[in-house]
Every structure is written in structure tokens, then in C-alpha cells.
């Protein structure tokens, strides 16, 4: 092949990207020059794409505003942000730059005008091979088995831990990205989809799902390591997989069976006397119960036995200052009824210092919403019966239950501590949070 042929090859080539993508391309390339033996390659895909090109290689097609554009592309760059809902944090992000994906540019011929547009293929590609990061992916899982220990409490085998997650159509945010570039805009805010985790229990015989009623959440973050080793000993060992026959009372301690070194427990500082600290086995342990009862809480189950601790700890403050569960086995419990008419499987793991207890069940309809928290110096006069006031050692939250066809409950859960920093008043806000159900209250903000 003489240098004459090679030139018109190349500038036949060149002409061709302007309407094909680069695989119709290459096939072409493939196709002109088989059988020749060339020492050089006419053209790379990369050399098409970035290679200038002038309108005056396509005297019957006005290539000068597509070129004009396809040159401003390259200078493009959008952020693209995962959401929960519109104007919320990010869950994960991820930035793209034309730059560094020229082969997405590609020329559309309508009639005699040449367009820059992007090519949706490569873009869906792209997304599919490096995918965002850090947005969870719903898992659901099957209960396999169940049995009663030597404790008396109902135990459960699952194949996993059901975990909510999000979900996002790859065909839409491709056309989001696709939609950007091409109008310049900078940002795409992408909305997930959230779905909520089942547990399955074929072992009933029954083919409805196990819904996720409540959550309770806590953190332990700055613990010292055998408080950590308890807390995760107690959520992972003994509190994960119970399940709650209906109408019976779910005892924590019943759960803990015997704490002591010899069973696993390490020393940590525990609570004596209302005002004392002493190392004692399985220190921390309140932190777990603490979540189970955010969770009861939330789901709207009555709440049987329950106290706060006499003392203030801030481990406790984080995702529900004013919700902690103090125990003692022997002699203090956290108890609610399943008062569901079916059983509860109750899931409780850490993800690093912070500590989840989930609730899954048959949704009976109930709407539940939580309150608070309120202050002494915050509280409506008349949020306690008769004629009683919040304390300033006090914190109260009230919880509404409103069941399918039946009358609405208000019940106020005060917490009672020999003292609180004076700062909780202007630290937490008020609000309502609509913890189960679809319950149509308004969302009460800040009032202070």
C-alpha cells in the first residue's frame, strides 16, 4: 500500500467516525484493510477521538457547530450524588469527566447538520463495570429452624441478617448522565429506591413474610475493649434470633442466660447503687438492652418492665437521649408483650461501635409515632397526668399507638437521673418521628 492510498484510507476512515461509533469503525478498519500488510496502523480509536476535525472534510454536512461542541464537551465534568430522598445527604457520589472518556462523544447526522451527542451505550457500560460505591443492597433472608434452649427462650437458625437496602435503575441514571452532559449541567441527584428486608419462615407453613416492624439504634463508640467485647457478645450471641411466640413477654434477662467469665463475659464498669462503678461481668451489657428496648419502643409493643439508669451515661445519648434500658440480672429486666397475635424474630449484630436491634413480624396495621425528647425546661405543663410536671433530672417522650379499628394510645415514658447536663435542652431538637406504619400526623419541628 503506497503513502497516496494510505492517506485516503485514513481520511475515508476519519470520515466515517462523524456517523458511525468507534465498533462500526474498527469493523470497518478490519474490513478495507484485510489482506494488506500495513507497518503502520492507519488509526486507533483514541487518535479518532481526539484527533481535530474540520468541517471542510465534509463539504455536503455542516460539521461546525458539532465540532465547536464536541470540543466544549471535552471540558465537561458532572458529580453525580445517590440520595435517600431529594436534598439529603449523599449516600454514595462518584464524579465522571469527558476528558477522560472521549469515546462517549460521538457525531449524529441529521439531514446536512453534524450533532455532538453522547453515546448511552457506553455510558450504561462504564456504569455497569464500575458501579457506586457504598449504597447498601437489601438482603433478605429465610429462618431455617427453631428450638428452645435451657433457658426457656425460643432460638432461630436464619441463612443471614435481613438488612434494608436501596436499588437504582441503571437504564435511568445512565440517561441522567447522558441528559447532563449533553445540556452542560454539573450535578445529577440521583433518588434510590429504598426496600424494606423480609424474613421468610416456611417452617410455620405460612407464605406471608416476616416484615421489619422497628428498629433500635445505639452507639458505643469510645468504649473500652471489654465493655466492646460485651456489647457485641450480647448482640451477636444472645440477643440475634430470638423469637417471640405470640402473646408471651420477652424477658432480656431470660436471653442473657448466666453471665460470667467462665461463660464468656469480660469485666467492665457496671452501675451499683445507683451511684457506684465496679468492674463486674458483662459490663455494658445494658447497652444492648438499651437498643432492645428503641426497638420495642418504635414498634409500639407494650412495654412491660422497663427502667432508666440512675446515673447519666453518654453512651446512651446518641440516636435516643432519654430511651435506655437499665438491667441486673435478678433483679432488674427489660420485658414487652408480643401482643402482634404472631411471632417476632428479633436480629441484633454491630456494625463497628454501633449497635442495631431489629424487629421482624406480621404488620397488623398499627401506626406508631415517637415524640420528644422534652426537657424540664421544655415540656408543655400538661404533658404528665395529674397536674405533675417534668423535672430538670427528667426526660420524657411520649409515644402514640393507633391500632387497625381501634382508639388512639398516648402513653409518656419519663426517664429519671440523679442529675443531666444542663446543655440536653438546646443539644437534641423536638420532633416526631413516625417510627412504624404511614400514621398522617404532622411532623412536629424544632421549637427551640
Known sequence: MNVNTHMTLRRSLLATFLTLNVVALVALVQTQVQGAALTQPIVTKQEVALMPITSSSFPSVNMGAAIDSRK????????????????????????????????????????????????????KQHLISYPPQNIPEPQSCVLLSSWVDD?????????????????????????????????GEDTVE????????????????????????????????????????????????????????????????????????????????????GVNLRPAPGGGICQVSTTTYRAALAAGLPIVEQKSHSL???????????????????????KFLNDTGAPLLIQAYNQGDEAFVRIY????????????????KTAP?????????????EIG?????RPVGGEEKREVFVARYNAIPKSLSTKWELKTEITRGDMTKNIVASEH
Open 312 to 334: 447519666y451515661v453518654t453512651y446512651y445519648e446518641k440516636f435516643g437521649v432519654g430511651q435506655d434500658a437499665t438491667i441486673f440480672p435478678g433483679k432488674q429486666d427489660f
Open 190 to 273: 440521583y433518588v434510590l429506591t429504598s426496600v424494606a428486608a423480609v424474613v421468610t419462615d416456611p417452617t410455620n407453613g405460612s407464605e406471608m413474610p416476616m416484615k421489619l416492624l422497628a428498629t433500635g439504634h445505639s452507639s458505643f463508640e469510645g468504649s473500652g475493649a471489654a465493655r466492646k467485647s460485651n456489647v457485641r457478645k450480647g448482640l451477636n450471641e444472645r440477643v440475634h434470633n430470638v423469637l417471640v411466640p405470640a402473646d408471651t413477654v420477652f424477658s432480656f434477662n431470660d436471653t442473657l442466660g448466666i453471665v460470667s467469665v467462665n461463660r464468656g463475659w469480660q469485666m467492665a464498669l457496671t452501675i451499683f447503687e
Open 397 to 401: 417522650w411520649v409515644r402514640t399507638v
Open 381 to 393: 405543663k400538661d404533658l404528665l397526668d395529674n397536674g405533675k410536671i417534668l423535672k430538670n433530672n
Open 72 to 123: 466544549e464537551m471535552l471540558e465537561r465534568a458532572i458529580h453525580v450524588t445517590f440520595v435517600k430522598e431529594a436534598g439529603s445527604e449523599p449516600i454514595s457520589t462518584f464524579d465522571l469527566a469527558l476528558k477522560d472518556h472521549p469515546l462517549w462523544i460521538m457525531f449524529d447526522v441529521r439531514g446536512d447538520q453534524g450533532e455532538a451527542v453522547i453515546d448511552l451505550e457506553r455510558v
Open 151 to 183: 433457658d426457656g427462650v425460643t432460638r432461630a437458625q436464619t441463612d443471614c441478617i435481613a438488612k434494608s437496602g436501596f436499588v437504582y435503575d441503571q437504564n435511568i441514571l445512565a440517561n441522567m448522565v447522558k441528559d447532563a452532559f449533553e445540556k
Open 361 to 376: 413480624g406480621a404488620d397488623d396495621g398499627r401506626n406508631v409515632s415517637v415524640t420528644g425528647p422534652y426537657f424540664g
